[in-house]
C-alpha cells in the first residue's frame, strides 16, 4: 500500500511547519505540513507515495531540532464513539442527550 502521508513523531515544541517542511523538501515535494502544536507531532503529505517513502527511509531516526524524529505512514483516524451525534447536542458519553 502506497502512503503520501506521513505521521512525524517526538518533535521538539518548537520545530515549526516551515522548518519542517524544509527538512522534508530535501526529499520531494511537500504539499502540507501540519504540527499539532503541543503535542509533539505532526503530519507531513508529500506529492507522491515515492517521496513520501524516501523522506520515511531517510528521516526515521535522524535528529532534528535536538530530538530523534520518528517517521512513519499515517493512518486514516479512527472513527470514535459517538461521533455521529449532532454537533452541539449535549449528549454524555453514553450518547444520551441530556435534554
Known sequence: ???S???VGNL???TTDETLKQLFAQHG???SVNILQG???GFVEMATPEAAQDAKG???GTEFDG???IVNDARPRAERPGSDRRPGG???RRGFSRF
Request: avoid cysteine; charge should be positive; hydrophobic fraction near 30%.
Open 39 to 41: 503535542r509533539g507531532f
Open 1 to 3: 500500500m502506497s502512503f
Open 29 to 31: 515535494e511537500v504539499t
Open 12 to 14: 521538539n515544541y518548537k
Open 67 to 69: 530530538r530523534k524524529l
Open 58 to 60: 531517510k528521516l526515521n
Open 90 to 92: 449535549g449528549g454524555d
Open 5 to 7: 502521508k506521513l505521521y
